[in-house]
């Protein structure tokens, strides 16, 4: 079964709007990570932010806010005021577990695309 | 602070030949990963490492794969007698494992940072 769902390919936003990248996950765990990293064209990995399951708020970093909502099993990503630079392809993840084995589980990635 | 880095960035080679990959992690990390990524799709583990032990290894680690950490520092990853699906993006990634942080279940986090990557092409 798959544990990471991404159903948006492809986003569109416009320099300086708000965006929303949608995920979903699925797991027995009542412990567990969820990450979001961001993937430019060169091909790293880049760690934006992360959310455990027993967080009480709603992460944020900077731009970046992260729309947890444990009993829907959602974990949307928001990027407030859209740069040009935020054009990349965005992977959600989970790590099962606190402790121990820390595998990562990918989705399979959001294209974001950033208008002038 | 340097982040991880791996070399070569990019790798072309003929069906059937062997090839060595490299990864140095974050210097004071003690676990290191590595991920397959094809086009289209997200990373996939392969296997992980925790200073030189090697502890999980992934079933798509078929027996022409193997990784090494000899000094629980840099990583090597080889692949034998390589094939056309074998072509893919290899990345690495490292994370400290038993830092002092929040207590477990109060935010305890162990992010995994990524190196740029090694793009094999098998003709």
């Known amino acids: 079964a798959q544990k990471i769902t991404q159903t948006q390919p492809g986003m569109f936003v416009q320099e300086k709007e708000a965006v929303t990248l949608d995920c979903t996950y699925d797991?027995?765990?009542?412990?567990?990570?969820l990450f979001w990293y961001k993937q430019p064209s060169s091909g790293e990995m880049i760690f934006l932010i992360y959310?455990?399951?027993?967080?009480?708020q709603n992460a944020t970093e900077g731009r970046y806010s992260l729309n947890f909502q444990k009993a829907r099993k959602s974990a949307n990503l928001v990027i407030s005021a859209s740069q040009l630079g935020d054009s990349a392809m965005y992977f959600c993840a989970m790590r099962e577990g606190l402790t121990g084995f820390q595998k990562l589980v990918f989705g399979t990635g959001t294209r974001l695309l950033v208008s002038p | 602070d340097t982040g991880v880095s791996q070399d070569p960035r990019h790798k072309i080679t003929k069906r059937g030949q062997n090839v060595t990959f490299r990864c140095d992690p974050i210097?004071?990390?003690?676990?290191l990963y590595w991920y397959r990524q094809t086009l289209g799709q997200g990373p996939e583990f392969l296997t992980y490492?925790?200073?030189?032990?090697?502890?999980?290894k992934s079933r798509l680690l078929s027996d022409r794969f193997s990784a090494e950490r000899p000094k629980g520092s840099f990583s090597t990853l080889e692949i034998q007698r390589t094939e056309q699906g074998d072509s893919a993006m290899y990345l690495c990634?490292?994370?400290?494992?038993?830092?002092?942080?929040?207590?477990?279940?109060?935010?305890?986090?162990?992010?995994?940072?990524f190196g740029p990557g090694t793009r094999l092409l098998v003709l």
């Open positions: 959310q455990g399951s027993y967080d009480q």
């Open positions: 990634a490292s994370s400290l494992h038993g830092k002092p942080g929040p207590p477990l279940g109060a935010g305890f986090q162990e992010t995994q940072y």
């Open positions: 797991t027995s765990d009542p412990s567990y990570g």
């Open positions: 210097s004071e990390h003690n676990r």
């Open positions: 490492f925790q200073n030189e032990a090697q502890l999980e």
